[in-house]
């Protein structure tokens, strides 16, 4: 398949991705990828001895088998349904990009905490927002449980939008598949606690790797993407280029240093995490309280910085195509 069906695959996919989300019984990569990480996990757990050694070589092992195992059989699926016919392995791409991205999942995912705030339900508030991130959510008022959601959507607008766009941009559903294959396996071992450390360190540094340029071109993009949702574009330069490294990930506070400047908020700081108090750097100077409207705002915004990446990304391969030289 032609680098131009590829990207017209990508926009079909984009625009399904849209519209549809991603309905909960429904078949999907991820959750496949999850399942082989799990039983990748305990297979190498018991081949590989109990010390820091062994375990760094388990996961070694487990991130090159995650990333060969998916990108290999999206490769080969593709393969086998374009000699079949070149529609069917058309339609196999715009499936498997429509599936690789999260663009309304995350807007949906995050209304869900602006209604149950709206109503006054902040019961059902934090247990929306429980579903959406790591920190413990039984202490957040109204202003912390919104700016969780904020948050949430801010970071995962480059690895759950724009990193998996340019992957497939750049390689079509294949390596695409092998981002997203990098980017679950992270959020699954790559922690740094007592059962992690060692094991998931091979996990982790591919993320950052991989998230390097996404991240910072998320950011850029989520400046631009606050002038034409009119917000303050110009704190949001501000913020971003300030705030940007406010993380212990060299990747994570891109995003959430734009849109805190946009939005003229503070996000990060310290929070609770399995009970414990973990100090963080701010980000953004909190011109006022977070509120519930700003869970729509970064929803917006995420979207113009969706289609911004779009642009860009179809845009730099087709020019590329037409002039060559």
């Not at 663009?103 to 339900?121: F, I, P």
């Amino acid at each position: 398949m032609s680098w131009t069906w590829r990207l017209t695959a990508l926009v079909l996919g984009f625009g399904l991705d849209l519209l549809l989300g991603d309905p909960h019984w429904a078949p999907h990569p991820v959750r496949a990828i999850g399942g082989l990480i799990c039983g990748l996990e305990k297979l190498l757990r018991r081949i590989f001895p109990k010390s820091p050694g062994g375990e760094l070589a388990g996961g070694a092992v487990l991130a090159a088998l995650t990333l060969a195992v998916p990108t290999a059989l999206t490769a080969g699926a593709l393969w086998a349904c374009g000699r079949v016919s070149f529609w069917l392995a058309f339609a196999a791409e715009v499936l498997l990009c429509y599936q690789l991205l999260a663009t309304r999942s995350l807007q949906k995912e995050s209304g869900a905490v602006y209604q149950a705030l709206k109503a006054g339900d902040l019961a059902e508030a934090r247990r929306a927002v429980s579903m959406i991130v790591g920190r413990d959510t039984e202490r957040l008022d109204a202003s912390g449980v919104a700016k969780a959601a904020v948050e949430t959507v801010a970071e995962n607008a480059s690895d759950g939008v724009i990193a998996p766009l340019l992957f497939l941009a750049l390689g079509g559903a294949p390596l695409g598949m092998l981002y997203k294959a990098a980017n679950t396996m992270d959020s699954m071992v790559g922690y740094q606690n007592n059962q992690y450390l060692y094991f998931g360190r091979a996990a982790a540094k591919l993320d950052d790797l991989l998230n390097l340029i996404p991240a910072r071109i998320a950011g850029v993009l989520m400046c631009l993407g606050a002038v034409l949702c009119g917000y303050d574009g110009r704190g949001a330069w501000r913020i971003f280029r300030r705030d940007r490294k406010n993380h212990k990930s060299p990747n994570s506070a891109h995003t959430e240093a734009a849109c805190a400047g946009a939005l003229g908020i503070q996000l990060a700081g310290s929070n609770y995490y399995f009970g414990k108090l973990v100090e963080k750097p701010t980000i953004g100077d909190g011109l006022r309280e977070v509120e519930a409207l700003d869970i729509l705002r970064a929803g917006r915004l995420l979207y113009a910085t969706a289609f911004l990446a779009l642009l860009l990304f179809c845009g730099v391969p087709l020019t590329a195509l037409l002039f060559p030289f």
